[in-house]
C-alpha cells in the first residue's frame, strides 16, 4: 500500500464515527399550528398579510384573521412562508466525503445496471443532511450515478429514523447517462464518431430487449428488464442526463421509438431546441444555474439566462444543483435564474411543485388546502443570500429540528473569536 493509500485509509477511520451518523431526533408530528401574517408564496403568486393553518398533517386552510381551537399561534409577521425544497439529481445520503470511497455508495461498476435502486445505499444519518435542511430542502431525488443504465431514483424526505420513515416513492424512474455525442477533430474524428454510434446502438438494443422480455411471459426472471417495466408501461419516467444538442435529439427518437416518459437532465443546450422539446413533452431539469459556458463564444451570463429562456418558450423545466452537500445552495440558484430574467412565482415552482409533479407527487411543493404541510419560514427572501433565513420546517406537520454541525462550528468559532478580541 502507498503512503498515499495509507493516509486516506487513516482518515476514513478517523473521521467515519463522526460523519456517518448526526445526533438529532427525528420529527415529532406537532399539534395544530396557526402561522399568521406571514408572506406566502404559493404556486399562483404571493399573499400578503395571510394566515396558514397546519392540522393533521396537511394545509387545513389559507386566508386572513384564521382561527383553530387547540391551535398553536405564531405570528410570522414580516417573515415569508415557501413550500419545502424538493433537490433533484441528488446524491444526499448516499456520498458523504467524496475524497473517501469507502463513504461513497452512489454508483455501481457496468453500464447496464436498471434494476439498481440508489434508496438501498441511503443514510437518513449523513451529518450532511441536516445542512440541507437548514437551507430549506425537505425532499431529495436519491439519484444513481454511473456509465449508462444507473438505476432507478426515489423521492425521500429529510426526517425520519430509517430509509422507511422517509420514503416517499421508491422508484421514481430509470437514469440513463448519455454517452458523449462529440466528435473530435482531424484523424480521430471517424474512430469518435463510430465509437459513439456504437454506444448509441447499445442503448437501442437495452431498450428493446427489455421490450421483448416484458411482451413474452418467461420462467427466469431477468432482474435488469423486470425492473424496468413500469418504464416500459408508461408509469415513471426516464431520466436522461445529457446536455449536447444532438445527445438530446437522439434521448427524444429513443422516447418515441418506445413510448417513455422523457425527463432530459443537464439540458444546457436544451434553449436551442425549445420547440423539439415542446413538440415531443420533455421537461428538462436544469443543472447548471450557476454554472460556465460550455464554448468559448458563448456569452459569459449564458448558463444563468437560460432558464427564463425557457420559461418564455413554454419548456417545463425544474432546477437543480447537483451533487450531496453542494446542494443546500439550491436557493440561490432559483436566486441566480430570478436575476437573469426569471419570474420569481416561475422560480419558487421550478424548486419545489415542479419537482413534485415529475416525481409523480402533484400535491408535494405547494401551498394550498388539503396538500401536505411541508412548509418552511424564512426571515427573509430564501433567494437572496442576504436575507435568506430558514427559522423553522414542517414536513407532514412535523417539526423539524434545524440544528446542523455547520452552524455549531460556526458558534464555535464565533465564540472563539469573541474571547480573543476580549484578551
Do not use: C
Not at 26 to 51: K, R
Not at 178 to 194: F, H, S, V
Not at 242 to 256: D, K, P, S, T, Y
Amino acid at each position: 500500500m502507498t503512503k498515499l493509500n495509507t493516509l486516506l485509509a487513516l482518515v476514513a477511520i478517523a473521521i467515519s464515527p463522526a460523519s456517518h451518523s448526526h445526533d438529532l431526533l427525528p420529527g415529532q408530528q406537532a399539534q395544530a399550528q396557526l402561522i399568521s401574517n406571514a408572506t406566502v408564496h404559493t404556486p399562483e403568486g404571493v399573499l400578503t398579510n395571510t394566515d396558514v393553518l397546519l392540522q393533521a398533517g396537511k394545509i387545513a386552510a389559507i386566508g386572513t384573521d384564521l382561527a383553530a381551537a387547540n391551535a398553536t399561534v405564531l405570528d410570522a409577521s414580516g417573515k415569508h412562508l415557501y413550500p419545502t425544497l424538493i433537490g433533484l439529481d441528488n446524491q444526499i445520503g448516499l456520498t458523504e466525503i467524496g475524497a473517501v470511497r469507502a463513504t461513497v455508495d452512489s454508483r455501481e461498476v457496468g453500464l447496464i445496471n436498471p434494476q439498481l435502486r440508489a434508496a438501498s445505499a441511503f443514510n437518513i444519518e449523513s451529518e450532511v443532511l441536516p445542512t440541507l435542511r437548514a437551507n430549506g430542502i425537505g425532499y431529495a431525488q436519491l439519484t444513481p450515478k454511473g456509465g449508462m443504465l444507473a438505476g432507478q431514483s426515489a423521492l425521500v424526505q429529510l426526517d425520519g429514523w430509517n430509509v422507511h420513515d422517509a420514503m416517499v416513492a421508491a422508484d421514481t424512474g430509470v437514469h440513463l447517462y448519455w454517452p458523449d455525442a462529440r466528435l473530435a477533430q482531424g484523424k480521430q474524428r471517424q474512430e469518435g464518431a463510430e465509437h459513439y454510434a456504437r454506444q448509441h446502438q447499445r442503448i437501442i438494443d437495452a431498450f428493446t430487449d427489455a421490450s421483448h422480455y416484458l411482451q413474452v411471459p418467461r420462467q427466469q426472471i431477468d432482474t435488469r428488464w423486470q425492473a424496468m417495466a413500469q418504464l416500459m408501461r408508461g408509469q415513471s419516467s426516464l431520466f436522461v442526463h445529457a446536455n449536447q444538442q444532438r445527445q438530446m435529439e437522439h434521448a427524444i427518437a429513443l422516447a418515441q421509438q418506445f413510448k417513455l416518459q422523457l425527463v432530459i437532465v443537464g439540458g444546457f443546450d436544451s434553449y436551442l431546441m425549445t420547440d423539439s422539446l415542446k413538440a415531443a413533452n420533455v421537461a428538462v431539469i436544469y443543472t447548471h444555474g450557476k454554472g460556465l459556458p460550455r464554448h468559448a463564444d458563448q456569452p459569459y451570463d449564458l448558463a444563468f439566462q437560460i432558464p427564463a429562456m425557457l420559461a418564455d418558450a413554454g419548456v417545463e423545466f425544474a432546477l437543480a444543483f447537483s451533487g450531496s452537500w453542494e446542494s443546500r445552495n439550491l436557493a440561490f440558484v432559483a436566486g441566480q435564474a430570478v436575476a437573469f430574467g426569471l419570474d420569481k412565482t416561475a422560480a419558487l415552482n421550478a424548486i419545489s411543485a415542479t419537482p413534485a409533479k415529475l416525481l409523480g407527487q402533484p400535491r408535494l411543493g405547494r401551498i394550498e388546502v388539503g396538500a401536505p404541510a411541508s412548509v418552511i419560514l424564512s426571515r427573509g427572501d430564501l433567494f437572496d443570500p442576504s436575507q435568506h433565513g430558514v427559522e423553522q420546517m414542517w414536513l407532514a406537520g412535523k417539526a423539524i429540528n434545524l440544528d446542523n454541525r455547520h452552524q455549531r462550528l460556526y458558534q464555535k468559532y464565533q465564540q472563539r473569536y469573541q474571547q480573543q478580541a476580549q484578551q
